[in-house]
């Protein structure tokens, strides 16, 4: 049963049972409660907003009271009931179906949400969600991962060993004979502090637009504690070893090979690769315009314009690059002959023999497969943009000129991507400004030690 107050009246309450003192005498176990009636929703629903856990009646009856005040000042949420799940949901259908974002945008998105939040923190109130609630999850989920990861490389370890003892069990009927392969599971990704830090924002950008909508008082994800996540030293190829793999590719013919080595030499990313049109590209003034890519979303192709701003897309190449692509062009004017009516004209400077766009997903699984065939270190795709800008550095070329031709937004994050690769160029800039200044007296010729 419910036993109102004597003094303030409706509203305020305790649940008592018929263990409490009876009506009118003071119950000192059950916490206070309040209920009110508020005014309508927009769509005509009832709003009765309430809460629990207060020690006593005064201090029941001023929360009340400033519940009714904040509500008339257009700071009370709309629904106090309404979940974190629920309020990502509409904001997320908000957002794909107004088409305010990119569809690999919206892709992430839609994976953090369904992944991670709805299923951490999405049967929360929305009213009640706190920064420790958003850290706790971050930790929860990293710990989760780090489990996962251990148990699969424990399985594949057991399945190597197996297969191994296979092997030397069976014997090949012919020399050339299969050896028999391990079937591993999946290794899950690790769950590092620059992948909480892009949940995070997923969460932050959904909490902005309730703190916006008057749904929340403040953004609780930008008061979460989040591991600092350091941007990693760039590791890439020696010169040597990128003139051993291309040339073996080139050796091989194939179709391949020009992109890559635009990748080495231009920096391109893998969607500006598998995007980059014939007319965007002037060969005469060996110049190309960074405008269309080809991206994915999941494993769908999406095509787009880059981020970069078109005012910012130019790249200039080498000679040599451009009598690749000359060279390039030629065949494939011949394949689109060959194929006649059935050549796909999309444009693209890289295409499949039809003419057909590349699947980005294709290029990468295609270049980790050739690293492999020609036992060169391991890398991915996107390394040889790296290795682009360690190439310039190397040649001496100012950092600022590198972050323009890697179209990066600002020089700070060529700055701390690359900046470790300085260090020769840094020694010969010190060495060739001290040899300008005359010095006759050195310290060396005294043979004297400075005091």
Known sequence: MNRRSAKYGKGIYQRCDATCPPQGKTCRVHMWSY????????????????????????EVADARNHTIVSDQSGLLPSNGKQTVEDWLTGWLEGKTGSESIRSTT?????????KYLIPYLGHM???DLRPRHVTDMLIAIRKEHEEKRSKALTANAIFDTEAEELNRATPRRRKNQARIKAKHI?????????????????????????????EVPRNVASLADVAK????????????????????IAEESDRLHPLFHLAAFAGLRRGELCGLRWQDVDLEKRIIDVTWQ????????????????????????DERTTKLLQRH????????????????????VFTRENGAGLHPD???????????????????????????????????????????RLRHSSIKITNDTYGHMIGTIGRQAAEAAAALVPLKNTGEASGKKPA
């Open 186 to 214: 999946p290794v899950p990704r690790p769950f590092g502090p620059a992948t909480a830090h892009r949940l995070r924002a997923t969460l932050r950008s959904a909490l902005n637009a309730a703190v916006r909508a008057g």
């Open 329 to 348: 062009r030629k065949n494939q004017i011949e394949e689109r002959l060959r194929w006649g009516p059935a050549w796909h004209d999309t444009g693209l």
């Open 35 to 58: 209920y009110v009636e508020l005014p309508n929703g927009p769509n005509g629903q009832r709003r009765q907003w309430t809460k629990s856990g207060f020690v006593t009646a005064k």
């Open 362 to 404: 294709f290029v990468s699984y295609r270049f980790e497969k050739l690293v492999e065939r020609h036992g060169l270190p391991r890398i991915t795709l996107h390394k040889l943009r790296h290795l682009a800008a360690s190439l310039q550095i190397a040649a001496g070329v100012d950092i600022a000129i590198v972050s323009k």
């Open 125 to 127: 109130r929305l009213i």
């Open 229 to 248: 996540a350091s941007r990693a030293k760039v590791k890439v190829w020696e010169p040597e070893q990128l003139g051993e793999f291309l040339d073996a």
């Open 294 to 317: 080809r991206t994915t979303a999941g494993h769908r192709v999406v095509e787009s314009t880059p981020k970069t701003d078109c005012a910012e897309s130019r790249v200039d190449i």
């Open 106 to 114: 919206a892709f992430a998105y839609r994976m953090h949400v369904d």
